[in-house]
């Protein structure tokens, strides 16, 4: 059995295990390639044997990752229309994202 942990960012939340390598939103601060990230907010850890169970979080818990690509996602079109009275406006909006590996579980 493979050991797993549930952790929350950006308001969200990702079944990780080490090794993954997953995309998430974009954290706050000045981040650069290579650069290691530890999440603190750890909702769940399986190790196989035990499973643990925070309340929210589990404290002492902590799964850091490295930063391994910053990109943008697809373009969101949003478009507000009124029949008849020449309203029209188009927006796009595109959602920074992170992409990074798990190292590891604590």
Do not use: C
């Not at 697809?74 to 920074?96: C, D, E, L, T």
């Amino acid at each position: 059995m493979n050991k797993f942990a549930v952790i929350q960012t950006g308001g969200k939340q990702y079944k990780v295990s080490e090794g993954d390598l997953i995309s998430v939103e974009k954290i706050k601060g000045e981040y650069k390639l290579g650069d290691k990230i530890s999440f603190d907010k750890v909702l769940l850890i399986d190790d196989g044997k035990e499973i643990k169970i925070g309340d929210p979080y589990i404290k002492g818990a902590q799964t850091d990752a490295i930063l391994e690509k910053e990109g943008k996602g697809k373009k969101v079109v949003v478009i507000k229309y009124k029949a008849k009275s020449r309203y029209f406006k188009k927006r796009g909006h595109r959602q920074p994202y992170f992409k990074i590996r798990i190292k590891s579980i604590k």
